[in-house]
């Protein structure tokens, strides 16, 4: 089975608006963190934004925000406001376990396209 | 945040011959970091996990006598593609295991990548 699954190969927005991309997980687990990233076109992973398994409240990072839902395995990224250089591709990630050395799985990825 | 060079960030080289790809850590020490493949509009896929002074993880599939890795110090993993064919090119991105001081947030951050053709 998929360990990340993104449903949404592209999403088109209209510029100020907001945006979800949807991420679903799958993990029996109990501790473990996810993770988004942003890619844009010229190829490097920009972190942005972290949930842990434990935390009780949804993580929040400037426009960017997590919907935490742990009984339905989700964790889709909010971004709020929606600007230009939002566009790029964005990849959700889960790291299973405490130990630092696990590896993460990523989705397939969502390609943004921000209209102006 | 924390952040990683890769070197060269695009080669191009001829079929047959080795390519050596760099990836730092320049502000922190990174016991361990990853190396992934990305395939034109295709999400990562992990290829093996290097730790320092040891030898590297590989992932099922992944041919270590093909691409040989070497963590030789805490700032510092390469990654060797030897004899390399047209079938290896592809956008090689590693990333460097973060654990700030005080902080619970342990995540990956990643180079900037480099994509190799193999003519």
């Known amino acids: 089975a998929q360990k990340i699954t993104q449903t949404q190969p592209g999403m088109f927005v209209q510029e100020k608006e907001a945006v979800t991309l949807d991420c679903t997980y799958d993990t029996s687990d109990p501790s473990y963190g996810l993770f988004w990233y942003k890619q844009p076109s010229s190829g490097e992973m920009i972190f942005l934004i972290y949930q842990g398994s434990y935390d009780q409240q949804n993580a929040t990072e400037g426009r960017y925000s997590l919907n935490f839902q742990k009984a339905r395995k989700s964790a889709n990224l909010v971004i709020s406001a929606s600007q230009l250089g939002d566009s790029a591709m964005y990849f959700c990630?889960?790291?299973?376990?405490?130990?630092?050395?696990?590896?993460?799985?990523f989705g397939s990825g969502t390609k943004l396209n921000v209209k102006p | 945040g924390a952040v990683v060079s890769q070197h060269p960030s695009r080669v191009i080289c001829k079929s047959g011959t080795s390519v050596k790809i760099e990836c730092r850590s320049l502000?922190?020490?990174?016991?361990?970091m990853f190396w992934y493949r990305q395939f034109p509009k295709k999400s990562l896929m992990l290829m093996a996990t290097s730790n320092e002074g040891s030898k590297a993880t590989y992932e099922q599939g992944v041919e270590k006598d093909k691409f040989l890795i070497n963590h030789a110090s805490l700032t510092l993993s390469t990654l060797t593609v030897t004899s390399a064919h047209p079938e290896d090119s592809s956008f090689y991105i590693c990333s460097a295991r973060h654990s700030p001081r005080g902080g619970h947030t342990d995540t990956q951050y990643f180079g900037p990548g480099t994509r190799l053709t193999v003519l």
């Open positions: 990630a889960m790291r299973e376990g405490k130990d630092n050395f696990n590896k993460f799985y």
């Open positions: 502000d922190f020490q990174a016991t361990t």
